[in-house]
């Protein structure tokens, strides 16, 4: 093949992949109440992979899991996540459930198996495009350390757990306590 028929080739192939890739992310009106197909999430799952430096990656949690720190995790939990993730991380939520993309299960091998690092980095920076805010600054390293104690703690939270930080969910009109379940 000549080699401007190959560029040319390429060139279309090119764009009916970003047509593609348009339509798709294009749905349902932009409305965020739609969930992402199946292509975006995997572009942007690994988009955001390679883009959190191999270093960051690599770190590893400094604490290890105690009573005491799991205990304090749990109420920061409760208080700047839950209202996009749920108290048992579920993402089941009034928020998590009108974003776009969603909050994922964070109890599920998709999140599970994350590094510390590349948690550390999440929690840490944010994930640009998404509701997902960075939290550093104000959060001390400390801080995101012991929530991801507390990640790695929510396969196994108990009902108990879960009615205890209702306690710590932040409160506004009575009667919305269930939008953080
Ligand atoms: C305003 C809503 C909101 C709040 C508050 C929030 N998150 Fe998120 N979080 C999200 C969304 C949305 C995503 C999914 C982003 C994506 O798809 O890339 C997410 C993703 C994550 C992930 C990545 C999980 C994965 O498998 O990719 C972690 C870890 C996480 N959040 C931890 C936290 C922690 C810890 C807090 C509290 C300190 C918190 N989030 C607060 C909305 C929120």
Redesign the pocket.
């Known amino acids: 093949m000549k080699r401007w028929n190959l560029i040319f080739l390429l060139l279309v192939l090119a764009a009916g992949l970003a047509i593609g890739a348009g339509v798709s992310m294009l749905h349902n009106g932009l409305s965020a109440h739609a969930t992402?197909t199946a292509m975006e999430?995997f572009l942007?799952?690994h988009a955001?992979h390679l883009a959190i430096p191999a270093d960051a990656r690599n770190e590893r949690n400094p604490l290890a899991p105690s009573d005491q720190d799991l205990q304090v995790a749990l109420e920061?939990?409760a208080d700047?996540?839950?209202?996009?993730?749920g108290n048992d991380g579920g993402?089941d939520t009034l928020?998590?459930r009108g974003?776009?993309?969603?909050?994922?299960d964070?109890r599920?091998a998709?999140?599970q198996k994350?590094s510390d690092g590349?948690?550390f980095w999440?929690?840490g920076n944010?994930?640009r495009?998404?509701?997902?805010?960075g939290?550093s600054p104000p959060?001390e390293p400390q801080?995101?350390w012991k929530?991801?104690l507390?990640?790695r703690h929510l396969p196994q939270l108990t009902a108990e757990e879960r009615v205890e930080m209702e306690r710590y969910n932040p409160k506004s009109l009575r009667g919305h306590e269930k939008d953080y379940r």
């Open positions: 992402p999430a942007a799952r955001r920061h939990f700047h996540c839950a209202p996009c993730h993402g928020y998590g974003l776009y993309p969603k909050p994922p964070l599920l998709e999140t994350l590349e948690l999440i929690i944010g994930i495009f998404t509701g997902m805010p939290f959060h801080d995101n929530l991801i507390f990640i």
